[in-house]
């Protein structure tokens, strides 16, 4: 019988403090529930703390009183109290800077990737090429080719763009001959 009335207390307990949770407030799709130190950098977001100092913020909602969570490296985790109209200000700022960013007309490697994914092509794996075996005995002949003339070309010292003709050149060429004496 004690078992019983201790397990009701604990679970009436349990359900009345998640009443009374705090529930992560999303400040904008772009940035999310956790603001990191690119974002708030990015998007000028909480000015009045030093961008060095801040690794994250989560914003929380609790009884109509929205609640800021900021660690930073040296004093660790503390809250701040912001008002509706402060994050409002936020998310317009963000608003006006997302508008901006996009007509710089900046490859957004991110929305590109995002495009692939949505595609069905997975960017974590190297395509595939299906060879048949003269054209990998082709493919093994010309890449010790390629090594062979490197190397050749580093004990000659030779280096940079110039190295590269020596590669790309013939293996009977004579460019470079005479050109370096030891």
Known sequence: MKTITSALIILL????????????????PVVGDTISNSEKVAFYLFPEITD???????IFYQDSAYTVRISEKYKGAYELAMDSTQLQAYKQNIEKLIHYYSS??????????Q??????????KAPEYRLNAEERKQLVKESRRYLRKKDKAEDLGIWGPDQELYIKGASNSNIFKGKIRF
């Open 52 to 58: 060095t100092c801040f690794v994250e913020g989560l």
């Open 13 to 28: 307990l349990a359900l009345c403090n998640g009443l009374h949770a705090q529930h992560a407030f999303q400040l904008h």
């Open 115 to 124: 495009a692939l994914l949505s595609n069905g092509l997975s960017t974590n």
């Open 104 to 113: 710089l007309q900046v490859s957004d490697s991110i929305a590109e990737k």
